[in-house]
């Protein structure tokens, strides 16, 4: 065949192609023009929806009775409770004195974000739990579940739950600490436990937990300034300046770290503080 007829028949073929294209291209649109609105049109809505929105109404209107003012002020103080419960948390519990011991071992390995603080502060909050799982026990069974089965009021499982939680705190509070803030105050000093106000507890408490945290973080980053000495003087010695000494000193910490199982001695030093 000639190279002309062949080319003639190619150019027939992608007419006849696109024309074929352009006829479904015009079919599908047809469709949707009219096929597509006839159908909305033949549908009928339900009648009743089945699904209801609330409606949600908040306001302020002047209180009548005593009794309104009172309910007022517990809800008030009840949400400023629940806002402050994670301060409560830190100040009252173990969790200060295990969240800093655990960020110096992070620290002193030298490994940045790793652990990351997700994962410390995680392990700190189990760890406060299995410390303080004898006072909770205490406080559950003495004063929240009389005061849910109404058998004391509020004011009984309040005073109740807080003596054990005072007496833990006495246990780890320095004497020295309690005299410090009564130092700053006029108040006479007390002759037993029972006459130290909570108000002064706290703080006390929040300073010694911090002081022995400290002691056991040094106690934590002398093994590992050692191993950056010696690293350090033996780059220094061959001449490599340049280097680092973190960086090689590194793998070294973290060996060393796991050979001794650091973080085992380290939650039995935390468990074994809180021991006395």
Not at 56 to 81: E, F, Y
Not at 186 to 210: C, G, H, N
């Given at each position: 065949?000639?190279?002309?007829?062949?080319?003639?028949?190619?150019?027939?073929?992608?007419?006849?192609?696109?024309?074929?294209?352009?006829?479904?291209?015009?079919?599908?649109?047809?469709?949707?023009?009219?096929?597509?609105?006839?159908?909305?049109?033949?549908?009928?809505?339900?009648?009743?929806?089945?699904?209801?929105?609330?409606?949600?109404?908040?306001?302020?209107?002047?209180?009548?009775k005593p009794s309104d003012v009172a309910m007022s002020l517990q809800i008030l103080l009840l949400l400023t409770v629940v806002t402050l419960?994670?301060?409560?948390?830190?100040?009252?519990?173990?969790?200060?004195?295990?969240?800093?011991?655990?960020?110096?071992?992070?620290?002193?390995?030298?490994?940045?974000?790793?652990p990351p603080t997700q994962v410390l502060v995680g392990l700190a909050l189990l760890l406060t739990f299995f410390v303080m799982h004898p006072?909770?026990?205490?406080?559950n069974t003495n004063a929240l579940q009389p005061y849910l089965a109404n058998k004391i009021s509020q004011p009984v499982a309040i005073d109740?739950?807080?003596?054990?939680?005072?007496?833990?705190?006495?246990?780890?509070?320095?004497?020295?600490?309690?005299?410090?803030?009564?130092?700053?105050?006029?108040?006479?000093?007390?002759?037993?436990?029972?006459?130290?106000?909570?108000?002064?507890?706290?703080?006390?408490?929040?300073?010694?937990?911090?002081?022995?945290?400290?002691?056991?973080?040094?106690?934590?980053?002398?093994?590992?300034?050692?191993?950056?000495?010696?690293?350090?003087?033996?780059?220094?010695?061959?001449?490599?300046?340049?280097?680092?000494?973190?960086?090689?000193?590194?793998?070294?910490?973290?060996?060393?770290?796991?050979?001794?199982?650091?973080?085992?001695?380290?939650?039995?030093?935390?468990?074994?503080?809180?021991?006395?």
């Amino acid at each position: 065949m000639p190279c002309s007829a062949c080319c003639k028949d190619s150019d027939n073929n992608v007419n006849r192609r696109f024309l074929t294209a352009l006829a479904a291209s015009a079919a599908i649109f047809a469709v949707v023009m009219f096929a597509v609105p006839a159908f909305a049109q033949g549908v009928v809505a339900p009648s009743n929806p089945t699904i209801t929105i609330p409606h949600v109404n908040i306001g302020i209107t002047p209180a009548t009775k005593p009794s309104d003012v009172a309910m007022s002020l517990q809800i008030l103080l009840l949400l400023t409770v629940v806002t402050l419960a994670p301060t409560l948390l830190v100040l009252v519990t173990s969790f200060t004195r295990i969240v800093i011991v655990l960020s110096f071992v992070r620290t002193a390995l030298a490994t940045q974000q790793v652990p990351p603080t997700q994962v410390l502060v995680g392990l700190a909050l189990l760890l406060t739990f299995f410390v303080m799982h004898p006072v909770i026990e205490d406080i559950n069974t003495n004063a929240l579940q009389p005061y849910l089965a109404n058998k004391i009021s509020q004011p009984v499982a309040i005073d109740r739950a807080a003596k054990p939680l005072r007496a833990f705190m006495f246990r780890q509070t320095r004497e020295k600490d309690i005299a410090l803030f009564y130092s700053f105050t006029k108040e006479p000093r007390p002759a037993k436990q029972e006459d130290v106000p909570t108000y002064l507890l706290v703080p006390a408490f929040v300073i010694s937990e911090l002081k022995t945290a400290f002691q056991i973080g040094f106690a934590i980053y002398i093994p590992f300034i050692i191993i950056d000495m010696v690293v350090a003087s033996v780059l220094l010695s061959m001449g490599m300046m340049m280097i680092p000494p973190v960086i090689i000193s590194l793998p070294f910490k973290i060996l060393i770290f796991l050979l001794v199982d650091g973080w085992n001695l380290t939650v039995a030093a935390l468990f074994a503080s809180y021991q006395r």
